[in-house]
């Protein structure tokens, strides 16, 4: 069964630095886009930052953009997530989710998903 297993996050200052991973398992990892979506305390969905299957071409949202680094190691199973000058807006809980389709194109919203990991929380606070 597909599996999405996100870690990495934790409790950080304002400014600093943390990556997320996810690791992937129960369906073909490369041919599947795949996105880091968030939900801050209190508030709906945000969608982060997509990737295709390959990993040529990233996204971000205009929150997040020149602060973060999404990549992916497909012989690995491994999406990943550089997040770095944080801010207190970006505290929240970080799912990865892997696209519906395979061989499509990247999603850049919260919607076109069927799998969803459990989350991995960023607090953000000095």
């Known amino acids: 069964q597909v599996q999405l297993v996100e870690s990495g996050g934790g409790l950080v200052e304002p400014g600093g630095s943390l990556t997320l991973s996810c690791a992937a398992s129960?369906?073909?990892?490369?041919?599947?886009?795949m996105s880091w979506v968030r939900q801050a305390p209190g508030v709906g969905l945000e969608w982060v930052s997509a990737?295709?299957?390959?990993?040529?071409?990233?996204a971000y949202a205009d929150s997040v953009k020149g602060r973060f680094t999404i990549s992916r190691d497909n012989a690995k199973n491994t999406l990943s997530l550089q997040m770095n000058s944080l801010k207190l807006d970006d505290a929240g809980v970080y799912y990865c989710?892997?696209?519906?389709?395979?061989?499509?194109?990247?999603?850049?919203?919260?919607?076109?998903?069927?799998?969803w990991g459990q989350g991995t929380r960023v607090t953000v606070s000095s």
């Open positions: 129960g369906f073909t990892f490369h041919n599947y886009a």
């Open positions: 990737i295709t299957s390959g990993g040529g071409t990233t």
């Open positions: 989710a892997k696209v519906s389709s395979a061989y499509t194109a990247m999603v850049k919203t919260t919607d076109g998903y069927d799998y």
